[in-house]
């Protein structure tokens, strides 16, 4: 009787070994996974998205860029093969006391759990040193660039708008001249 109980235990002595040995790796490997892969682009979903038709050098993008996280992200800039230059804008006040257009000093923070509209007329998405026209129903595709350096792509469609012809401040931008954003 007893030698079948100690072969018993003998044969579950070498699993619970292996158990206890490989329990400090796995639960390793599955805290490290989830820390690494998440970016401040990660946390952003962007919605209503559309892009200003224009023939002139410059447009604007707007929609609501909404950060999911906990933790803030801000938008830098970005890229689309239809410009130039993609900056963050904002609507300031200028020497004269009018309201004119520049770019976001140190970029647009979202805190966690937040969301930004960028409108015509108030922060937005400038896109500056336009390649070619772009007409109402083109569609237009601009990765943002966030504080880390990662992106996240969004699809626009361009619509005519007549408002919010704003001017930059000097220094600002590419000119004085009136913009599209």
Known sequence: MFTITSTTHRARRPLAIL???????????????????????????ITDQWVKASDKDMTGAFGTVTNTSDHEVTLTGGDTGVAARVEVHEMAPAADGTMAMRQVDGGQKIA????????????????MGLKGPIEAGQTVTVALRFGDGSTREFVAQARDFRGANEEYTPGHGSSDAKSDG
């Open 19 to 45: 158990a206890v040995l490989t329990l400090p790796l796995a639960v390793a490997t599955a805290c490290s996974s989830g820390d690494t892969s998440a970016t401040q682009a990660d946390s952003v979903t």
């Open 112 to 127: 966690g759990g937040q969301k930004v509209s960028l409108e015509p007329g108030g922060n937005h998405i400038m896109l």
